[in-house]
Structure formats: structure tokens, C-alpha cells
């Protein structure tokens, strides 16, 4: 068994969490924050046979886009002395960020 942990952005969560539904594919799904751009995005954890990973990353491939970003001011690293940013500052947000972590073991009571 494996761990994916998949970060999406909160566009495309609800549509994941129904592709894994249909697919019967367990998942659970949290609110997070990204660190760069402080605005929320969803992590879902999902624990699947090794021989559904694959299936697993390719929905989620399929189901996520990249979009285009703007940093707002109180965001932006780059600003002026009054605190406004000087320019538009745009960021290209992935579809997912995914990791696959092996599991030690697997409990349910
Ligand atoms: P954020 O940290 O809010 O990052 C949003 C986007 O900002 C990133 O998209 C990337 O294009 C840009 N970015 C992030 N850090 C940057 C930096 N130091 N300098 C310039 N640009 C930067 P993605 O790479 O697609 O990441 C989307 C979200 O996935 C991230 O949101 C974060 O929540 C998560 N993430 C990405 N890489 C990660 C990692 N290695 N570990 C944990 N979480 C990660």
C-alpha cells in the first residue's frame, strides 16, 4: 500500500473528490495553505494498493490544471516603500503537487 498526497488548488477539489468516488478510490481531503502564495489550496490524502497508483495519478492528472496567478500587494515579497506593488507579479500554479510515500501500516477499528 501506498500514501499519495496530492495538493490541488480549490478549483478542482470537488471534482477530484467525485473522480475518486466513481473510481471507488478513498480519499480524504483537507484544507491547506500554500506557503508561497498564503491563499488556500486542498490536500487530499489518499491510501491505495500499489497496483492503483498509477490509475490514481493519472486522475488526478487528468482532473487538475495549472492556472495563471497574480500576487496581490499584501502578498507580494516585492513592494514599495508605501507598501503597493510596483508591478504585476504572475505566478504559474500547478495542477497537483504529488508525493508518493511508502506506508509502514494500515489500521482501521
Ligand atoms: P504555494 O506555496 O502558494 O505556491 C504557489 C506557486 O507559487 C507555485 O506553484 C510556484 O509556481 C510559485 N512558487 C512557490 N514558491 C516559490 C518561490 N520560492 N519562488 C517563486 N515562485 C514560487 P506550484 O509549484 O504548482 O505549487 C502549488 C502548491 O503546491 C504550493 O502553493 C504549495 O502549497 C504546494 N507545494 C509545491 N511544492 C511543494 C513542496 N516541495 N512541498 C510541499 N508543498 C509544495
Same mark, same amino acid.
Given at each position: ?7 490541488? @488548488?480549490?478549483?478542482?477539489?470537488? +471534482?477530484?473528490?467525485?473522480? *475518486?468516488?466513481?473510481?471507488?478510490? +478513498?480519499? $480524504?481531503? #483537507?484544507?491547506? $495553505? ?9 490536500? *487530499? ?5 500499489? %497496483?492503483? !497508483?498509477? %490509475? $490514481?495519478?493519472?486522475?488526478?492528472? @487528468?482532473?487538475?490544471?495549472? +492556472?495563471?496567478? &497574480? ?8 513592494? $514599495? #516603500?508605501?507598501? @503597493? !506593488? =510596483? &508591478? =504585476?507579479? %504572475? !505566478? ?8 508518493? #510515500? =511508502?506506508? %509502514? ?5
Amino acid at each position: 500500500m501506498k500514501l499519495v498526497m496530492a495538493i490541488v @488548488q480549490d478549483k478542482d477539489s470537488n +471534482r477530484l473528490a467525485n473522480e *475518486f468516488i466513481d473510481a471507488n478510490i +478513498r480519499a $480524504t481531503k #483537507l484544507s491547506s $495553505t500554500g506557503g508561497f502564495l498564503k491563499a488556500g489550496n486542498s490536500t *487530499f490524502i489518499i491510501g491505495v494498493e500499489e %497496483e492503483r !497508483v498509477q %490509475e $490514481t495519478l493519472e486522475l488526478i492528472k @487528468q482532473t487538475c490544471q495549472s +492556472r495563471k496567478q &497574480y500576487l496581490s500587494s499584501s502578498m507580494s515579497l516585492d513592494v $514599495t #516603500l508605501d507598501g @503597493q !506593488v =510596483p &508591478y =504585476p507579479v %504572475e !505566478v504559474e500554479v500547478g495542477g497537483a503537487t504529488v508525493f508518493v #510515500l =511508502p506506508i %509502514e501500516g494500515f489500521h482501521q477499528y
